[in-house]
């Protein structure tokens, strides 16, 4: 059996590629979370920045990266107060109460 060798050029980019599939990875759940959350510009700024610094600097940037836009996008959806006012009743019908206290 032969020893495996290779070039400190070549482990350097097989670490960097098996980093961006990694920040690939975790970077697909804030995409997820903001096209179901309707909160697209948080989902795409998270999985791009999940890929590149699983470049930079691996899980140590992608998972952190990716978790941080995901409660960005959580905490919008949240506070978003989607309450809308309903009028029940159109036409108001006139009420008279007899009071025999104040006669």
Do not use: C, Q
């Not at 959350?37 to 930079?56: D, E, L, Q, T």
Request: overall charge neutral.
């Amino acid at each position: 059996m032969e020893p495996f060798k290779i070039s400190l050029n070549d482990a350097v980019f097989y670490t960097t590629l098996i980093n961006i599939l990694l920040g690939f990875l975790f970077g697909t759940f804030p995409l997820i979370y903001g096209l179901k959350m309707k909160n697209r510009k948080y989902g795409v700024y998270g999985f791009i920045g999940s890929i590149v610094g699983g470049a930079i600097l691996g899980v140590f940037l992608s998972y952190p990266i990716a978790a941080i836009f995901t409660w960005f996008i959580l905490r919008k959806s949240f506070a978003k107060d989607d309450a809308e006012a309903v009028v029940v009743n159109e036409n108001p019908v006139e009420a008279e109460i007899d009071n025999t206290e104040n006669r």
